[in-house]
């Protein structure tokens, strides 16, 4: 719907985003001033998650490991952290979240839908900063901007020119009875 809704569209995601995920982020996320979990003073569920997560990843603070679904919830919560302090970063602007601009976020994939083209700028230039404040990087060869609607199903049309071709290269039932000679 907002395709329709909205003029200008961007795409984004973070580099390598389970591999960058730092362990002490979650520390952070309470604590402004932690280097390392260990000098933390408030004992909180996000310096637990901290403690955690180097224990499954063999002691090292580098990257979470990718598959369980466990990881991906608490890749979620630090996400979850960077969307809301994206949104109060616009807020600070002046941009309105369902006026002046939408984002949708899938796992680390970001949609951006805006009908400024500085607010645009505004949101994916926030998703960066605040990204890099907890070690998170966007891949700029994976960012897309363009005006609305914006579709991903180019894919869609090559697919189906493969399977004709693909089609073309099997015999029909029909075909085949027809060529048989008995």
Request: hydrophobic share 35%; aromatic share 14%; net charge neutral.
């Amino acid at each position: 719907m907002c395709n329709y809704e909205y003029t200008h569209f961007a795409k984004i995601d973070y580099k390598s985003c389970f591999d960058s995920i730092y362990s002490h982020v979650f520390a952070w996320i309470m604590e402004r001033n932690v280097v390392d979990s260990k000098s933390a003073s408030n004992s909180s569920l996000f310096l637990t998650i901290d403690r955690m997560l180097m224990n499954i990843n063999g002691k090292s603070s580098n990257g979470i490991v990718v598959g369980p679904e466990y990881s991906r919830l608490i890749a979620e919560i630090l996400l979850e952290q960077i969307d809301k302090e994206v949104f109060l970063a616009l807020a600070q602007e002046g941009y309105e979240w369902k006026k002046d601009y939408r984002v949708f976020r899938y796992v680390d994939d970001l949609y951006i839908f805006t009908n400024i083209p500085q607010a645009r700028e505004s949101i994916v230039k926030s998703y960066r900063n605040v990204g890099g404040k907890y070690m998170l990087n966007l891949n700029e060869l994976k960012y897309i901007e363009c005006d609305t609607p914006a579709t991903f199903s180019n894919w869609i049309e090559k697919t189906r020119i493969l399977a004709d071709k693909i089609d073309k290269c099997f015999h029909s039932k029909a075909t085949a009875k027809n060529k048989v000679d008995y």
